[in-house]
């Protein structure tokens, strides 16, 4: 079975930081795309960064760029984000997920990672930003 555990959040003051971390088991961790995402209180989800495993190939939302950073050690199947400036807005569940890479997926997005479809998710963990 693919499993994803996510950790590492917490509570930390606006401005503030924090390295979220997810373990990949089950799956060829070199040959996937790994993607970071949140759900804020009443909100969608949305995207944050995602990476190939395979060649460190980064995709960030545009407002992430700057203060988020993913990057991952293929040694130890682990993903990060680091996470600085935070504000209140960052507030949400965060989840990690997982997908192999295939040859119709990168035809269709390229490395446009975050526009994968991500079939493996982690358990979420939350990140409060006080003001």
């Known amino acids: 079975d693919v499993q994803l555990q996510a950790f590492g959040g917490g509570l930390v003051q606006a401005g503030g930081f924090l390295r979220l971390s997810c373990v990949v088991s089950?799956?060829?961790?070199?040959?996937?795309?790994i993607g970071w995402f949140r759900r804020g209180p009443g909100k969608d989800r949305e995207a944050v960064s995602c990476?190939?495993?395979?060649?460190?190939?980064?995709d960030y939302k545009e407002s992430m760029k700057g203060r988020f950073i993913i990057t991952s050690d293929n040694a130890k199947n682990t993903v990060y984000l680091q996470m600085d400036s935070l504000q209140p807005e960052d507030r949400a569940v965060y989840y990690c997920?997982?997908?192999?890479?295939?040859?119709?997926?990168?035809?269709?997005?390229?490395?446009?990672?975050?526009?994968?479809?991500?079939?493996?998710w982690g358990q979420g963990t939350q990140v409060t930003v006080s003001s």
């Open positions: 990476m190939s495993t395979n060649d460190g190939v980064t």
């Open positions: 089950g799956i060829s961790f070199d040959d996937s795309a």
């Open positions: 997920a997982a997908v192999t890479l295939e040859i119709n997926s990168l035809a269709r997005h390229g490395s446009k990672w975050c526009q994968y479809e991500y079939p493996h």
